[in-house]
């Protein structure tokens, strides 16, 4: 049976003609704290392969969350076509499943603080086309990865000059009952005090002092809306800029698939505001 010329056409035109280019690749990055390597994804904008060698671009890292692993955002998310609309940069590396992004005071062999916020950020800029200014790097992540991007960015603003939490566990004194938590920040009873000083919501502050461009969404269905909720009384108290949203949804891919858009929507603005957009 022959099929008619429309169809080839259609056919044609899905395969050879697809509206986002972007490249996905995966690297291994090594850490000298933690004595291995891990893999990351990188997401890179159609215009860096097909612009001028000369041209750089902004960075935005996406962290996982608890149990997740490099894969999660393209596995779960239409995430690579953000990468050629705001002409950034994506890249998500592997936070281990249960690291909660610190440099554990009890396991010295999980430093994943250090080597997100410091040896994947010199690993990126070494090897690929970046601007290498904290007015062109912005960090967000879901759940556990909400909290890493907000701890690691208030603790390394000359990196960070913007910062977003998507669903975050933004007070880990709500996660006591987290699989594996407590081999990272310790007992909560024994190690109160640096269970309290890691909660973002006691940080709040810091976000002022640092002059971090700051993004914040739950769901209104999530079992961690109240605790965002309470993060963004206080900026709001304490008068620190900040963008906050509640949209519809709950702990999951199609929450955290939507509210990404509006994140990066948030970074590259930041971006082109503080002089760090793609420079072609």
């Not at 004595?35 to 159609?46: C, I, N, Q, Y």
């Not at 990196?159 to 933004?170: R, T």
């Not at 969404?217 to 999530?222: A, L, S």
Request: glycine residues 10%.
């Amino acid at each position: 049976m022959k099929m008619n010329r429309a169809f080839w056409l259609i056919l044609t035109l899905l395969f050879t003609n697809p509206v986002w280019a972007f490249q996905s690749r995966v690297v291994t990055i090594p850490s000298a704290a933690m004595h291995k390597s891990f893999e990351a994804t990188v997401v890179l904008p159609d215009q860096y392969t097909h612009g001028k060698a000369a041209d750089r671009f902004p960075v935005v890292y996406l962290l996982h969350g608890s149990g997740g692993d490099y894969t999660d955002w393209t596995t779960n998310s239409h995430i690579g076509k953000l990468a050629d609309r705001y002409h950034v940069i994506l890249v998500m590396p592997d936070g281990g499943h249960e690291s909660w992004y610190i440099d554990s005071p009890v396991d010295p062999r999980s430093r994943y603080e250090t080597y997100v916020g410091t040896e994947v950020v010199g690993y990126i800029d070494t090897h690929f086309r970046t601007i290498a200014t904290r007015q062109a790097r912005a960090i967000t992540g879901l759940s556990m990865g909400g909290f890493g991007a907000l701890h690691i960015a208030l603790d390394r603003p000359d990196e960070f000059g913007a910062a977003g939490s998507i669903s975050g566990a933004v007070d880990p004194r709500g996660c006591e009952d987290e699989p594996g938590i407590d081999q990272v920040f310790g007992d909560p009873a024994r190690h109160a005090d640096f269970w309290n000083n890691e909660a973002i919501v006691e940080n709040a502050r810091s976000f002022g002092n640092a002059h971090i461009a700051l993004t914040i969404d739950c769901g209104v269905n999530d079992s961690l809306v109240q605790s965002n909720r309470m993060l963004h009384a206080r900026l709001v108290e304490l008068g620190v800029p900040h963008d906050y949203a509640e949209r519809p949804g709950g702990h999951t891919w199609k929450y955290w698939s939507n509210a990404v858009q509006y994140q990066v929507l948030f970074f590259a603005s930041s971006f082109k505001r503080n002089g760090g957009a793609a420079q072609t």
